[in-house]
């Protein structure tokens, strides 16, 4: 038989151990959280204005979390400015002298030569640790690019209306930075520099090799529409995620574009 003392003391020890145990739990669990809900913040490179991309200027948008893109065509895209129309004329100049003969400039190293069309099927980026299969998206019926979602949300889609990589003119490829909170394919997209080369395989059995020449983040309000989708001499390719802060409803406010050029193939 049992003192009344034991039982208190017995009851005691039943608690202190019940609610150990209790802590226990919500310690693991709060740490699980904090491990899956830190996403952290992705790779930012250095905020430009349109009028300072590569080229051109205009206005469109990649947004993350089933986000859509306008297409080339939307409205904000690059409209002739007073430099295309044409000049009234004006009395001749005098003259001028006769100026020194320039010394002749270096030859450019010459572009690897366009591929015919193909689309693409995997997109890799070794110094980014990363390769996955790429996929066509075209434009929703609003006009806009419709953006990766359901069971393809984490892989990069090739906008269709855009030449396939390898051909003359800038293929576009899109991807999200997040997804559900978790970082997506082109998290890391921000990081990559100047020299950075990236890798296209084609439906014809050729792979595209591309080299970054220009990295920048650009706010969403002033995308530069004629660097990305406008007529370039070669083949050319835009990679584009999403950057910046975040607004209220959780979206970022800015785009990441990287720009490159063919070289090999």
Not at 54 to 73: C, L, R, Y
Not at 87 to 109: D, K, L, M
Not at 116 to 128: M, N, Q, V
Request: glycine share 12%; charged share 25%; with cysteine.
């Amino acid at each position: 038989m049992t003192s009344p003392g034991e039982n208190r003391r017995g009851g005691g020890r039943r608690l202190t151990i019940a609610a150990l145990g209790a802590l226990a739990v919500l310690g693991a669990l709060l740490v699980g959280y904090t491990l899956t809900s830190q996403v952290g913040e992705p790779p930012q490179p250095e905020l430009r204005t349109a009028a300072q991309a590569s080229d051109g200027g205009g206005d469109a948008q990649a947004s993350d979390d089933g986000g859509t893109v306008p297409g080339p065509s939307a409205e904000g895209a690059a409209t002739p400015t007073a430099a295309d129309e044409p000049a009234e004329p004006t009395e001749p100049a005098e003259p001028a002298e006769p100026a020194e003969p320039a010394e002749p400039a270096e030859p450019e190293e010459p572009l690897a030569p366009a591929l015919t069309r193909s689309e693409p099927t995997t997109l890799r980026i070794d110094s980014l640790s990363l390769e996955a299969e790429v996929f066509p998206l075209g434009l929703g019926p609003d006009g806009a690019l419709l953006a990766p979602s359901g069971e393809r949300a984490h892989d990069p889609a090739w906008f269709d209306g855009s030449p396939t990589p390898g051909e003359v003119g800038p293929s576009v490829i899109e991807g999200h930075v997040t997804w559900g909170g978790d970082p997506s394919i082109f998290f890391e997209l921000g990081a990559l520099r100047s020299g950075d080369r990236v890798e296209v395989d084609r439906e014809d059995g050729t792979t595209a090799t591309f080299e970054v020449y220009d990295t920048a983040r650009f706010a969403k309000d002033a995308f530069p529409t004629v660097a990305v989708y406008g007529r370039t001499d070669g083949p050319e390719l835009r990679l584009i995620t999403c950057g910046g802060e975040l607004d209220d409803q959780g979206h970022h406010l800015d785009n990441t574009v990287v720009f490159l050029r063919l070289i090999e193939n």
